[in-house]
């Protein structure tokens, strides 16, 4: 158990009006939680602070070598005033895999559900209640030693920010255009791709940049090594309906273990929808397309829930998908998500957390 010390602002915000679109990632609560680490002495002094510019030298580690996590995750306030997490053991998980993968330190399980808790519970005033809007969680670690070697840093910072959002695309629930990109690759497997670290994402803005001046949204990455086999968005998971069976790129060491994409594994499951987590080629794509059994495509992750893709554009080709329009799946995908984050569906797995 954290001994969190608590910090109010004297200086408090005000809050966004309803009208306010809440454009993704731009607004911050009044107040953060920071714990420190030190080698031998561990993650210790949690503490709930105003928010505020935090203090670096120039040579922390983290701005050289890029020893850093973070997570994702949103917090709802449900029609009866509760406040609920989605799943937030799963990023925790996921949070612990990036730390071990990057030697930073790893977070208890239970600190960083508390820390989590507290710091919403702290800024529940700031939760947005229309549809669409949530309050975004932004946990992140990072390694301060100033020191330029190269080597596991002795001490880091673990920060929880909070940022209330609207939907992460301008788009909204709008199907998106897609970009298959053939040149660049975000990861290779043994690499850092299944950890959510800011280089991959440092690694995928070139491509980005080439997507959005051609009216893409986003990038769809190849594997990394016959650019052949379908991977991920950066920001999403990918999921395919093809001839009734929904598809997925299976885990394979380079791709972010979405939370939101098992989510939808475990919703085809529930309601018998045929469900595979494989292989997938481009060219697989393509062909279904052409011989018209590409049904819908949609990518998942905690930002975007579901987002509809509308097109895909793959060297020369480009292919519509449901005319552009949203697909039924996708639509009850999020729908179904949504209403258990928002505490209107009945939550047969136990997915809501709710924060007291
Ligand atoms: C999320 O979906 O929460 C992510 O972390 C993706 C990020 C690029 C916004």
Redesign the pocket.
């Known amino acids: 158990m954290l001994d969190i010390r608590i910090e109010k602002t004297t200086a408090p915000k005000e809050l966004p009006k309803a009208d306010n679109p809440l454009k993704?990632?731009t607004i911050f609560t009044d107040h953060m939680f920071i714990m420190n680490y030190k080698t031998g002495k561990g993650w210790h002094d949690a503490r709930i602070v105003p928010y505020q510019p935090i203090s670096l030298e120039p040579s922390a580690m983290v701005f050289h070598y890029g020893q850093a996590m973070?997570?994702?995750?949103?917090a709802y306030k449900a029609e009866n005033g509760r406040v609920l997490l989605f799943r937030p053991d799963k990023n925790i998980e996921r949070a612990n895999k990036t730390n071990q993968r990057l030697c930073i330190p790893e977070i208890p399980a239970e600190d960083f559900l508390q820390a989590l808790k507290t710091v919403v519970k702290t800024e529940e005033a700031w939760i947005p209640h229309k549809p669409g809007t949530s309050l975004?969680i932004?946990p992140f670690a990072i390694a301060t030693d100033p020191f330029l070697g190269v080597r596991p840093a002795d001490t880091y910072m673990f920060i929880i920010i909070l940022s209330p959002v609207g939907a992460?695309y301008p788009e909204g629930l709008n199907p998106v255009k897609i970009w298959i990109e053939d040149e660049y690759v975000r990861a290779v497997r043994g690499g850092i791709g299944e950890a959510?670290t800011g280089g991959n994402?440092a690694a995928s803005l070139k491509s980005q940049v080439k997507a959005h001046d051609e009216g893409y949204s986003q990038v769809l990455w190849l594997d990394g090594v016959e650019r052949k086999y379908i991977e991920e968005v950066?920001?999403?998971n990918i999921f395919f309906k093809i001839n009734g069976t929904v598809v997925t790129p299976k885990l394979n060491g380079s791709i972010l273990p979405?939370v939101?994409r098992d989510t939808v594994i475990q919703l085809c499951k529930a309601w018998d929808l045929p469900v595979q987590e494989r292989r997938i080629s481009i060219e697989e794509i393509y062909e279904a397309h052409k011989n018209g059994t590409l049904e819908e495509v949609f990518g998942t992750?905690?930002?975007?829930v579901i987002s509809p893709v509308g097109q895909l554009r793959w060297e020369q080709h480009i292919m519509k998908i449901k005319d552009g329009g949203i697909g039924e799946f996708s639509q009850k995908f999020y729908d179904t998500i949504t209403g258990i984050q928002l505490g209107k569906l009945e939550d047969k797995f136990n997915w809501a957390v709710e924060v007291r």
């Open positions: 993704f990632g973070f997570e994702g995750l949103k975004y932004r992460y959510k994402y950066g920001a999403m979405g939101t992750g905690t930002a975007a």
